[in-house]
Nanobody, 122 residues
Framework: QVQLVESGGGLVQAGGSLRLSCAVL??????YGWFRQAPGKEREFVAA????????YYGDSVKGRFTISRDNAKNTVYLQMNSLKPEDTAVYYC?????????????????WGQGTQVTVSS
């Protein structure tokens, strides 16, 4: 049984930073991703990383501001978010799949966390 547990969300002022963590419990998987969903909007791809090589891929709206990383020893994935903007406000979800390869579609991921709220005030 795979379980993804996110933490690190909260309230921050515009221009600030937050780091989200996603603990992967149960077994290791091949590719991890972060998505976000604002009220009334579809779930949006944020970033992805492969467990073995550490290759990364970012959504256009966060390139240059967010960094995804992983600690294989801790089976944990991180999302460092800098220069936050009010439009980054959303529930952030960690996702994982046993398939190898960077991917941005929600349908490509098999496992999801419960989400953590990030609110950026102006």
């Amino acid at each position: 049984q795979v379980q993804l547990v996110e933490s690190g969300g909260g309230l921050v002022q515009a221009g600030g930073s937050l780091r989200l963590s996603c603990a992967v419990l149960g077994r290791t998987l091949s590719t991890y991703g972060w998505f976000r969903q604002a009220p009334g909007k579809e779930r949006e791809f944020v970033a992805a990383i492969t467990r073995s090589s550490g290759n990364t891929y970012y959504g256009d709206s966060v390139k240059g501001r967010f960094t995804i990383s992983r600690d294989n020893a801790k089976n944990t994935v991180y999302l460092q978010m800098n220069s936050l903007k009010p439009e980054d406000t959303a529930v952030y979800y960690c996702a994982a799949t046993s398939s190898y390869g960077l991917r941005s579609r929600t349908s490509s991921y098999d496992y999801w966390g419960q989400g953590t709220q990030v609110t950026v005030s102006s």
